[in-house]
């Protein structure tokens, strides 16, 4: 209650993404992860940043990361979370391949678990209320009304990718990002490839109708990623990419890997949504 956003001391940068900037920052010696989200008075972000706090606000899963509060300034909105250490694109990109290691499996194991728990919370028990906003333009800063509708459940996250899933110093993996989550209904239907690109199923690349399966292709993607430090096509542009991960068979986890884990990863990447496996089947 009553912090303002300079009370919050800036001590390390944590990292930074389309819509804004993240912060480690220390208040009465305590440690906070802040999301900055700048340009609120911004249609484009103002939804991003009301679906990310929306979710992360009401999220209550050991799998996503903790939130502490908000503060409103002018047009930006600074979300206040529990600090993690980095994130697995950061963590395999400049630790872990530069030393010729590799991740074992069975931390890719407990990526999977965490991902696909997180996952499941989302769609089956997740539930939030829908926030609305007053901008009182230039010297009145942004109101956040949080309003009596309450959406449950049925969210899909729409941009699972390594640089979406945080790490800590225990060994904890949680899911960050929530900006373009939505909540499943037909609409979604025919969405535009929000999400980046690399990451996007077959059925969401070809504008058809989707769902959450579309993120267990995501996790796959991400897990071949971060098993074999390749992504798993080689195209030379967006449009060239659309069109092998249509036609062409999915890609295959090579057999240097354990039996269980290919099985894993090649199971979230068959290309037909319905036969690709559930939440549940994953757990
Ligand atoms: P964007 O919408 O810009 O992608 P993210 O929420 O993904 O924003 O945050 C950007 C980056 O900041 C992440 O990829 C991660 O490296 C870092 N980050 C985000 N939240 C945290 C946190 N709670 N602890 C540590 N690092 C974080
Ligand atoms: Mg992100």
Request: glycine share 6%.
């Amino acid at each position: 209650k009553n912090v303002k956003i300079n009370h919050l001391k800036i001590f390390a940068e944590l990292g930074s993404g389309a819509f804004g900037i993240v912060t480690k920052r220390i208040l009465d010696n305590n440690i906070l992860a802040v999301k900055e989200i700048f340009k609120m008075n911004q249609e484009q972000e103002r939804k991003k940043g009301f679906m990310d706090l929306s979710v992360i606000k009401n999220a209550n899963s050991p799998f996503i990361v903790k939130y502490y509060g908000y503060i409103t300034d002018f047009d930006s909105l600074y979300i206040c979370m529990e600090p993690m250490t980095m994130c697995l694109e950061t963590l395999y990109k400049n630790y872990v391949q530069p030393q010729n290691l590799k991740i074992p499996e069975f931390i890719l194991g407990s990526i999977a678990v965490a991902v696909v728990k997180a996952l499941k919370y989302l769609e089956d028990e997740h539930s939030f209320k829908v926030i609305s906003m007053l901008n009182l333009g230039e010297s009145g800063g942004i109101f956040c009304i949080f309003g009596k509708f309450t959406i449950r459940p049925g969210l899909i996250h729409r941009d699972i990718k390594p640089s979406n899933i945080l790490i800590n110093k225990s060994g904890a993996i949680k899911l960050c990002d929530f900006g373009i989550a939505a909540k499943l209904n037909d609409k979604i239907a025919m969405a535009s490839s929000i999400g980046s690109f690399l990451y996007l199923s077959p059925e969401r690349h070809a504008r058809k109708k989707y769902d959450c399966k579309s993120d267990i292709w995501s996790l796959g993607i991400s897990l071949f990623e971060l098993a074999t430090f390749k992504y798993p096509y080689s195209f030379e542009n967006e449009f060239e990419l659309l069109l092998l991960i249509i036609d062409q068979d999915p890609p295959k986890l090579p057999n240097t890997f354990s039996s269980e884990f290919q099985l894993f990863v090649n199971q979230c990447l068959i290309k037909d949504p319905n036969l690709r496996p559930t939440y549940k089947n994953l757990v």
